[in-house]
Structures are given as C-alpha cells and as structure tokens.
C-alpha cells in the first residue's frame, strides 16, 4: 500500500490508521505543486490528498481511505466489523468529521474560496469560529463518559479527529476548552504509532502533554 499525503492535513488520519494496521506500507509527502501534477491527477482527479493505491487499485477520499483499509483489515481491529451493531456509529461519525467539521475549517484557513471582495475575508474567519465551536461542542458532548468516539476501543474515527481537532488549538476558543475531545487527543498523541507519524511528517503534536 502507498499513502499520499500532506503533513499537517487531515490526510495525517489514514497515515494513522496504516500505522495501527503494522502491515509494510509506503507514504510520500506531496506540496501544492505535487498535487496538481499530470500523474497524480489520473490517481486523484482533485489535485488534494488523501490518495491511497493498494495494487492497481488507487482510491481518494479519507472517509473512502479509512473505511477500505478497516474492512482490508479485520484483525487489526480499527473500526467495528461491517455486521457489527456498532458500524453504524462509524458511519455517523466519519461522515460527520469529513462532512461538517472538516469543511468548516476550510472557511477559516482559506476565506477567499467564500468570498470575492477582500474585507469579506475576516467576517467569513469569524463565521467559521462560530462553526467549528457548534461542531467540536458537539463531538465533546458525546464523548462524555467515553473513552473513545466509537466503541470500546479505538478507531479511524478517532484518528480522523485528531488531526482536525488538533488545528483548533490555536484557534482563540482552543481544543483545550473541549475538555473530552482534549482528552482523546492526549492519549492519541502519546500513542507511540501517532508520534511515528509525526517523526515522519516532520511535525509535533499540538497538544501539551506536558500541562
């Protein structure tokens, strides 16, 4: 299996997720001018990464990515089994982390996508803070009582949180005011497979483990 990927992005779940798996696996690091090149477009048609290829199989999307590589992988145990009760769950949440929360930062790393008039910008920033602050309330109100997001156990869902949650740190309502996902985040950044990807990427955890 090859991961294509970014450090720092979301696509840091699947790197992650392959990780926990402890199967041979390859990952390369793609910049902006990477992703819109002739060769990986006819792997991802996009130009963005997650891009996963497993033989002559190549797949994007991280939602795609990490549900694949649970199913390619039962005894891994990185997500509840296809006829489990709990698979549902795990829809839900993925869904929801790519589909509500992921987006909502696009509106606060990139506000010129939504808008064309340049004073526009710090309004659409603000909206997104309003946002993230719905989504990550959320996501901490159902992890009360929970050690993780699906489960008994830890999942892609929890891997697809942490690089997400992990942006909102610097944000002026931090991660660290979600004192459940905070929690989740702790433990996933001092899980030696996390801080490998992290040596890898060249990148550190945003959590403080050390407060």
Not at 73 to 98: C, F, M, N, Q, V
């Amino acid at each position: 299996m090859k991961l294509f990927s970014a450090p720092g992005t979301c696509s840091t779940a699947m790197h992650i997720a392959l990780e926990w798996i402890g199967k041979p696996y390859e990952v390369e690091h793609l910049d902006h001018a990477a992703m819109k090149a002739p060769d990986y477009l006819e792997l991802n048609p996009s130009g963005v990464v997650p891009t996963l290829v497993d033989g002559d199989m190549a797949l994007p999307e991280g939602m795609a990515i990490l549900l694949y590589l649970v199913d390619q992988h039962p005894d891994a145990k990185i997500g509840p089994a296809p006829d489990s009760a709990e698979r549902k769950d795990l829809h839900r949440w993925l869904a929801y982390l790519t589909g509500t929360l992921h987006p909502y930062f696009w509106l606060h790393f990139t506000p010129m996508r939504f808008t064309v008039a340049p004073e526009g910008q710090p309004p659409v920033q603000a909206a997104s803070h309003i946002l993230i602050d719905k989504a990550l309330t959320q996501i901490d109100q159902h992890l009360e009582g929970r050690n993780w997001i699906v489960g008994d156990r830890k999942s892609v869902a929890d891997a697809f949180l942490y690089p997400m949650a992990s942006w909102g740190y610097d944000l002026d309502k931090p991660t660290s005011a979600y004192p459940n996902i905070d929690r989740v985040l702790r433990k996933l950044a001092s899980d030696p497979a996390v801080q490998k990807v992290h040596e890898m990427q060249g990148t550190s955890a945003r959590v403080d483990l050390a407060a």
